[in-house]
């Protein structure tokens, strides 16, 4: 069984900064693109970012300049450093495959309200 778990979320204030990080156990996603998504509340999920097994990294045009997605392969793992966040970014956070996506992991909310 493959278990994705995302850590990092929380309450942050307009214009501040938070670091979410996946990991993945039960397998290894050294060899597929991965990306990050997120679902607002009475939202559909939708694609955040995504980084290539060569660590070329595609953004949602509203995240550009302000999100940065790496990954490391030797210790399964994959960020998104997110800065000058605003209210729109509330959501919850997730990490998966970009195709044939493995189970959703639980996510972690991120928040941004004075």
């Known amino acids: 069984q493959v278990q994705l778990v995302e850590s990092g979320g929380g309450l942050v204030q307009p214009g501040g900064s938070l670091t979410l990080s996946c990991t993945a156990s039960g397998t290894s996603f050294s060899g597929w693109p991965m990306a990050w998504y997120r679902q607002a509340q009475d939202d559909e999920r939708e694609l955040v970012a995504t980084?290539?097994?060569?660590?070329?990294?595609y953004y949602k045009n509203a995240v550009k300049g302000r999100f940065t997605i790496s990954r490391d392969n030797a210790k399964n793992t994959v960020t998104l450093q997110m800065n000058s966040l605003q209210p729109a970014d509330t959501a919850v956070y997730y990490c998966n495959k970009v195709s044939n996506l493995w189970p959703w992991g639980q996510g972690t909310q991120v928040t941004v309200s004075s």
């Open positions: 980084i290539t097994v060569g660590s070329t990294p």
